[in-house]
């Protein structure tokens, strides 16, 4: 009895008994309701193929799709003090944080790394909307200026996409005076004569919307990202409007001036490959071809570099 008990049925069990579904194989689209099988959901890097709604990418997912071959390098960033007001809510701050680098690994919300992107060298950072809602507090600040310091002495384009909730309460006033601070850093960006480049992604609000978010020399969104200050029940409640269907989505944003482009994730490398390329070097790329004098014949000028004029056969 006990060999049957023992061994034969749980070896039959084993044959003819339910196997065990490993969790999350199919995610459904918070916008369509379809079911994505997860591989067919990572090959498309997070994009539903059945209507295009853009699903939140893990930062280092989305470093991988900006740098050439994936390949980049983080940088330390400067220590913040970790609870300046030794806030607590339902629970210590202390412990909020703590939680959030138990979850993501991480310090805190940004990740600053250095690359190339279509050969030119860049500096990107990049937000992480899994800690504690990509808010920003003092540790994010030092981290963005950090990458604008990094950038001057590479002589790099700085590019930042944020993915935030805005200023992190939990640091009161500390928090707000991050966006004075990031300013800076984009004004340290502009004064060495570098492009600064925001990729808005979903959602970005609160404090990041309104410092350095929108001091972009260039601003690309992608497809559906939520952009502004503050929430659209909260402006309803205040004004007593029924707001503009779309109202703090990129398109609406794009059509009022707000935004430069909007991009498919799929597309979004290449171009901001593009736009650095105009961005940096501004000269042509190739022979210029101009109309002659002489009887409207064309002749090719060869471009020189500080060279005021040319010679044309």
């Avoid at 069990?13 to 990572?42: T, Y």
């Avoid at 607590?88 to 944080?97: F, G, I, N, V």
């Avoid at 250095?114 to 507090?137: N, P, Q, Y």
């Amino acid at each position: 009895m006990n060999w049957l008990t023992n061994f034969v049925r749980p070896k039959l069990r084993g044959l003819v008994g339910p196997k065990e579904i490993p969790e999350n194989l199919w995610h459904a689209c918070p916008s369509c309701n379809q079911m994505i099988f997860h591989r067919d959901l990572e090959k498309n890097l997070r994009v539903c193929q059945h209507c295009g709604h853009h699903m939140r990418l893990e930062v280092k997912q989305r470093l991988e799709m900006m740098f050439d071959e994936g390949a980049w390098q983080t940088i330390e960033l400067p220590k913040a003090l970790p609870d300046p007001l030794k806030f607590r809510d339902r629970k210590r701050y202390s412990e909020r944080l703590k939680e959030s680098q138990a979850k993501t690994g991480r310090d805190d919300a940004l990740l600053v790394a250095h690359g190339t992107m279509g050969g030119i060298k860049v500096v990107i950072a990049a937000f992480d909307f899994a800690f504690m809602g990509g808010s920003m507090g003092a540790a994010v600040g030092e981290g963005l200026l950090a990458g604008a310091r990094l950038a001057v002495m590479q002589e790099a384009p700085y590019i930042v996409i944020p993915s935030s909730g805005g200023a992190r309460m939990q640091e009161g006033i500390v928090s707000l005076m991050q966006m004075a601070r990031t300013t800076i850093a984009v004004e340290e960006v502009r004064d060495a004569g570098l492009p600064f480049i925001v990729v808005f992604t979903d959602p970005t609000t609160g404090g990041v919307s309104a410092s350095f978010a929108m001091l972009g020399d260039v601003h690309i969104a992608e497809p559906g990202s939520v952009i502004g200050f503050a929430g659209a029940r909260v402006i309803e409640q205040t004004i007593r409007e029924k707001l503009p269907e779309g109202f703090q989505r990129a398109e609406y944003l794009l059509e009022h001036g707000m935004v430069d482009m909007v991009v498919p994730r799929k597309d979004l490398k290449q171009t901001v490959v593009r736009v650095l390329e105009l961005l940096v070097n501004p000269g042509p790329m190739a022979q210029v071809v101009s109309l002659s004098g002489d009887g409207g014949k064309l002749a090719v000028v060869e471009h020189e570099e500080k060279s005021d004029a040319s010679t044309t056969d």
